[in-house]
Nanobody
Framework: VQLQASGGGSVQAGESLKLSCVWS???????IAWFRQAPGKEREFVAA???????YYEDFAKGRFTISRDNAKNTVYLQMNVLKPEDTAVYYC?????????????????WGQGTQVTVSS
């Protein structure tokens, strides 16, 4: 079982980044979520997408971030627009078969290694 996150980088406030999370075939029917963790803070939910395409967003992500998935490519994307300095964090993707609590990191069975996003003002 493997999740591979990529696409992070250093950008200016107001710019965009698109993160990718590639999963191994054994996770085909799992929901995939993005969480982030800033230094000294707990891991927090960003967005999730079910196998069938249902989406969930944390309030700060609504209107700026879009999660999508391409099951043929085993890839989930997180398009992040109008980035702010407070979006600076390591972004992780996680996988879970099914849960009513997509916002809880404790529910996730598998995690990728994380990708750093740094937004400067």
């Amino acid at each position: 079982v493997q999740l591979q996150a990529s696409g992070g980088g250093s950008v200016q406030a107001g710019e965009s980044l698109k993160l990718s999370c590639v999963w191994s075939r054994s996770l085909d029917y799992h929901a995939i979520a993005w969480f982030r963790q800033a230094p000294g803070k707990e891991r927090e939910f960003v967005a999730a997408i079910t196998y069938r395409g249902g989406t969930y967003y944390e309030d700060f992500a609504k209107g700026r971030f879009t999660i999508s998935r391409d099951n043929a490519k085993n890839t989930v994307y997180l398009q992040m627009n109008v980035l702010k300095p407070e979006d600076t964090a390591v972004y992780y993707c996680g996988a879970v078969k099914i849960t009513p609590d997509y916002w809880s990191a404790l529910e996730y069975d598998y995690w990728g290694q994380g990708t750093q996003v740094t937004v400067s003002s």
